[in-house]
């Protein structure tokens, strides 16, 4: 560059130098404008546009799996209506199923019970049978005990008579009537 006195009264002379040097200059800027330009710009842009295609991208996907989700969330919900409808269901059918039972079960001990207290009756029939017989038997022991008494003492009949009176009374009413 060239030094050149600057006229009084001004601050920037306009010499053709100057002007010179600012073309020049003016073309550099432009030229180093285009070259970077090409060189950072546009894979800064590419950059730019992959991010925002990648963004919108995002955006769509985001989308998409909100209403995805919102489509389960609603499967999901009449799912478990479904299955509170079903267990409901499943309880009323126990509960049925659960008083058939419990009939089944007192219906089964009602009859048990009668058919005990047949069985009972028929054992106290038997056994009333039983005793019956046994008194039968023992009252005929001890009338052929009286008789050989009565035999071996001579006794009169007045006194044999009252003697079986005494051994009938002994015995009681009650063995004689059924």
């Known amino acids: 560059m060239f030094i050149t006195e600057v006229m009084p009264g001004r601050i920037i002379g306009f010499d053709p130098q100057l002007l010179f040097d600012a073309l020049i200059m003016g073309i550099n800027l432009f030229i180093l404008f285009f070259a970077l330009s090409y060189l950072l710009f546009n894979p800064l842009r590419e950059v730019l ?10 955006l769509a ?10 489509e389960l969330k609603l499967k999901y919900e009449t799912l478990l ?14 509960k049925e199923s659960a008083q058939i039972m419990s009939k089944q079960i007192i219906d089964a ?8 207290k047949e069985r009972t009756q028929r054992e106290i029939a ?13 009252v005929i022991s001890i009338s052929t005990l009286l008789a050989n008494k009565v035999i071996s003492k001579n006794v009169d009949s007045s006194e ?5 009176e005494e051994t009938v009374n002994s015995l009681g009413d009650g063995v004689w009537k059924k």
Do not use: C, P, W, Y
């Not at 925002?52 to 991208?57: L, V």
């Not at 038997?126 to 023992?138: G, S």
């Not at 044999?160 to 079986?164: H, P």
């Open 49 to 58: 546009s992959k991010r925002k295609k990648t963004i919108e991208d995002n």
């Open 61 to 70: 996907d985001a989308e998409n799996k909100v209403r995805d989700a919102k």
């Open 81 to 94: 209506a479904n299955g509170r409808l079903e267990a409901n269901g499943i309880v009323e059918k126990a």
């Open 109 to 116: 001990a009602n009859n048990e019970a009668a058919s005990i």
């Open 126 to 138: 038997q056994e009333k049978a039983q005793a019956l017989e046994n008194i039968k038997d023992d």
């Open 160 to 164: 044999s008579e009252k003697l079986f």
